[in-house]
T-cell receptor, first 110, second 117 residues
Framework: DAKTTQPPSMDCAEGRAANLPCNHSTISGNEYVYWYRQIHSQGPQYIIHGLKNNETNEMASLIITEDRKSSTLILPHATLRDTAVYYCIVRPRSNNDMRFGAGTRLTVKP | NAGVMQNPRHLVRRRGQEARLRCSPMKGHSHVYWYRQLPEEGLKFMVY????????ESGMPKERFSAEFPKEGPSILRIQQVVRGDSAAYFC???????????????FGEGSRLTVL
């Protein structure tokens, strides 16, 4: 019931950009797209979120397509410490909780 | 400003015993969420509480599990008569206000890992 589809795993070379896709084809107008990550055995860490516009912060950029049916999380210069499971979450503005799916296991390789 | 604090970080119980997991939200946060993560799986929402109120417990098993968030003190997730299938990581998150109607985020603790022998 997470309403998002992500590839189960991806690799990225250290220093290169990591582009993590997320499909949310049934998203509605009042639903936000959130990204969290979970580094091995730690608690999930908030990365970024957006509604319609692209967003950027010190960690990452979020690119949302014009029809909002998919988005991409971009880590501009991946490091080994970015190896983690990345979760794309769609949260209705009216809901109080985040519903996590299986996520994408990103492995950054030297 | 301390983050979300959970304890114990690791807990071992024998089948039939009780497990109590505690969560202190971030300072100024009055909303707490509990999630469970089975090995090699994603996080599953269990329960959402405000001070002294359970708002949404739709993800919590009806039997043996209970949660509270008293006016004073941490939130407690209680599991009675534990079974091996309860072995998991239990994560607590907090927010300063309700997420509904806002673009807010959750702040997670480092989790409590329960092992049932």
């Amino acid at each position: 019931d997470a309403k998002t589809t992500q590839p189960p795993s991806m690799d990225c070379a250290e220093g290169r950009a990591a582009n993590l896709p997320c499909n949310h084809s049934t998203i509605s107008g009042n639903e936000y797209v959130y990204w969290y990550r979970q580094i091995h055995s730690q608690g999930p860490q908030y990365i970024i979120h957006g509604l319609k516009n692209n967003e950027t912060n010190e960690m990452a950029s979020l690119i949302i397509t014009e029809d909002r049916k998919s988005s991409t999380l971009i880590l501009p210069h991946a490091t080994l410490r970015d190896t983690a499971v990345y979760y794309c979450i769609v949260r209705p503005r009216s809901n109080n909780d985040m519903r996590f799916g299986a996520g994408t296991r990103l492995t950054v390789k030297p | 400003n301390a983050g979300v604090m959970q304890n114990p970080r690791h807990l071992v119980r024998r089948r039939g015993q009780e497990a109590r997991l505690r969560c202190s939200p971030m300072k100024g946060h009055s909303h707490v969420y509990w999630y469970r993560q089975l090995p090699e799986e994603g996080l599953k929402f269990m329960v959402y509480l405000q001070k002294e109120n359970i708002i949404d417990e739709s993800g919590m098993p009806k039997e043996r599990f209970s949660a509270e968030f008293p006016k004073e003190g941490p939130s407690i997730l209680r599991i009675q008569q534990v079974v091996r299938g309860d072995s998991a990581a239990y994560f607590c998150a907090s927010s300063p206000a309700t997420l509904a109607g806002t673009a807010g985020e959750l702040f997670f603790g480092e989790g409590s890992r329960l092992t049932v022998l």
